[in-house]
């Protein structure tokens, strides 16, 4: 892990985005009446998102365990489109910006993994960092 004992802790903020691309209406609908086999898509992918966002230390081997004091994650469904939005937040040495886009693309998988039984044609695209603040850079990338 690199060396971060010299940093001060400052407020960090990180937005990431993945897209969930569905084939059909048929899926977008069962999402929205909450008839997928598997259950609740959103509130699933939510708990799932959660997870992702706190154990990215466990699973990735150079990315600091840090308190995530905030996220959260939202849903915006365009035509056979589902942007996953997802905001981390910390008072830390280092960012959140590796948790942000681990959480973005655990809740896309989460949503592939339901949806598979009754969309073949699911596809994830455009797991990317959408805006970093905190430190000594600032990205904004929208």
């Given amino acids: 892990m690199v060396d971060i004992t010299h940093k001060s802790p400052t407020v960090r903020t990180a937005i990431a985005q993945a897209i969930v691309r569905v084939s059909t209406q048929a899926t977008i609908d069962a999402i929205q009446n909450k008839t997928v086999p598997k259950g609740d898509v ?11 966002v706190k154990k990215t230390a466990d699973l990735l081997p150079d990315c600091h365990p840090m ?29 959140v910006e590796v948790e942000a886009m681990h959480g973005a693309s655990v809740v896309a998988l989460n949503i592939y993994d339901m949806l598979k039984p009754i969309d073949k044609g699911v596809e994830i695209h455009q797991i990317k960092l959408l805006k970093k603040t905190g430190g000594k850079s600032d990205i904004l990338n929208t």
């Fill in 67 to 95: 308190p995530i004091e905030y996220t959260n994650i939202a849903y915006e469904i365009q035509n056979l489109e589902i942007q996953i939005k997802i905001t981390v937040k910390t008072v830390y040495k280092t960012g």
């Fill in 42 to 52: 959103f509130a699933q992918s939510r708990a799932a998102g959660l997870l992702g």
